[in-house]
């Protein structure tokens, strides 16, 4: 059973409040597990302008830059402390030949991005661009193979090349080039959605070239996790037979699963991103709840291969994907990010907190100007979406303890559609203090939220909007954006405006 829906249950019968106080019950006497910060993974693809103009420019580049790197960019994401990146893709990893993005820029090779618009990938951003930017940030790295057009020898030498400290002819190749010190892979895959544009390989063929790869994929030194390309969704039966073969669980320490979140649940016509109607709201809600069951049911299914040691999931791609809009700076992907796009992540991260024990690691697709993007640029001009005030009121979850909440939320309804109308997740410090979260998912109603007699609010941030599709724009950058909420002395009620998150730190 999901985890959300227990914590409803368990309390069901015992609390009694009217249709605007829910009263929750934090369990601190039953930790899930410890937070991991990659929760909090990001994911940088080449695939529209979520590279090149949003974060590298190049270091002749007029918009004031670091080694090519967008300074308002990178100030950006260090005040958002980065705390993982997934890297090359995604589709185009599955295209991508790594010594096409290694030495002098002007004597790199261009190619085609066959995956994402036909455009010309000019590789100016490789393999030193992406490790040399996860060091300026503190974050760690995810890196994916290229198992459909490229070979296990390719990927062995690319190892080799990022972390060996050897004499070889790839670290030394690897120092011509400008980097005396190997960098760290903390994670990579082998493969992208194996199941489509990775190669649409039948899985017990994905399986046999998984453990090919991985059986070379050992440079002395070198022990990143070996995270296996799972499912979507919809086709758990193609990470069911892979978990068959021992040849894959007996080298790797995880299984990935996709799940994105279309309003409409239409590929074809996903919905829009802006002027959407409350049908598509809640459609949405609906959809991104979804999550819970999707991570329960992966979950049996890995405990079902019955896998010597701990073997976990790894949610590598998820987020909002909307039609892209009529007009605007644009580039393959390029979507507007709302407030219904912050109420999506924080639902999701809830989900995630509920899951800390066996979910260690996730990546929102993507950073910046793709998708359900953290940051939008557009020539010199860049602002920060409600998304990347989520992930930033979030931080605080980092490490600490995931605690289960008891609550019976009330519904929010729309037409023939009804839904929980909050989302709750509470974790601890080690010195005790508490972090909360409450999403409220309703468009048009406040509730209240009510502590009882054990937590004091010390402190209180809000992120609301005044619309369904309230969001920032160049010339109002700041229009969504986090509220510090005054709180009077042993507050213990606390208001959740209609279609907002709130960020609480409690003490006794």
């Known amino acids: 059973m999901p985890r959300h829906v227990l914590a409803a249950l368990l309390v069901a019968a015992s609390f009694t409040a009217n249709a605007d106080t829910v009263r929750i019950d934090i369990r601190t006497d039953a930790p899930i597990g410890r937070i991991n910060p990659n929760v909090y993974g990001q994911f940088v693809e080449h695939l529209g302008r979520g590279i ?4 590298w420019v190049g270091p002749d580049s007029e918009i004031p830059n670091q080694d090519g790197y967008r300074i308002d960019v990178l100030q950006a994401l260090k005040e958002l402390e980065v705390p993982l990146m997934r890297w090359p893709g995604g589709c185009f990893a599955d295209q991508y030949h790594w010594r096409d993005g290694i030495g002098p820029a002007d004597a790199r090779v261009a190619r085609l991005n066959a995956s994402w618009g036909g455009v010309i990938e000019p590789n100016t951003f490789g393999t030193h661009e992406f490790f040399n930017l996860a060091e300026i940030l503190g974050a760690q790295t995810y890196l994916n193979f290229n198992v459909a057009t490229g070979t296990a020898r390719e990927a062995i030498e690319w190892l080799e090349y990022i972390t060996s400290d050897s004499a070889s002819a790839l670290a030394n190749e690897r120092r011509a080039n400008g980097r005396d010190e190997p960098w760290k892979i903390d994670y990579y895959s082998i493969g992208n959605e194996t199941w489509g544009c990775g190669g649409n390989m039948r899985p017990s063929f994905y399986a046999d070239e998984y453990a090919r790869f991985a059986t070379f994929l050992n440079v002395p030194g070198a022990q990143p996790k070996r995270i296996v390309s799972g499912s979507y969704e919809g086709n758990i039966d193609y990470s069911r037979e892979i978990l068959e073969n021992r040849g894959v669980t007996d080298r790797a320490e995880g299984i990935s699963v996709h799940f994105y979140t279309l309003p409409t649940g239409d590929w074809g016509k996903k919905g829009a991103g802006m002027g959407f109607p409350e049908a598509e709201w809640i459609s949405t809600i609906e959809r991104t709840q979804r999550m819970d069951g999707i991570i329960t049911e992966q979950l049996e299914m890995i405990d079902a291969a019955d896998i010597d040691g701990e073997f976990q999931l790894y949610v590598d791609e998820w987020g909002m994907w909307v039609d892209p809009p009529a007009d605007g700076p644009g580039g393959v992907l390029y979507q507007q990010n709302t407030i219904r796009d912050a109420v999506v992540a924080a639902v ?5 907190h509920d899951y800390a024990d066996r979910v260690p690691m996730t ?19 860049m602002l920060r979406t409600p998304t990347y005030h989520v992930f930033n009121l979030y931080k605080p979850f980092r490490n600490a303890e995931a605690l289960p909440v008891a609550a019976t939320p009330p519904a929010y309804r729309h037409a023939e559609t009804s839904v929980p109308a909050l989302s709750i997740s509470a974790a601890r410090h080690d010195d005790g203090r508490l972090v909360l979260a409450i999403v409220n998912v309703d468009p048009g109603t406040a509730h209240e939220i009510d502590l009882g007699d054990t937590w004091n609010v010390i402190s209180a941030n809000v992120l609301a909007g005044d619309a369904m599709d309230a969001h920032n724009t160049f010339e109002a950058p700041d229009k969504v954006r986090p509220v510090r909420a005054e709180v009077g ?16 730190e409690l003490a006794r």
């Open 363 to 381: 990546n929102i697709a993507q950073m910046v100007n793709v998708l359900q993007a953290m940051i939008l640029t557009d020539g010199p001009r």
């Open 489 to 504: 002395d042993r507050a213990r009620r606390i208001p959740a405006p209609p279609a907002s998150v709130t960020v609480l």
């Open 52 to 55: 090149y103009g949003g974060i």
């Open 348 to 352: 999701n991260l809830n989900i995630f």
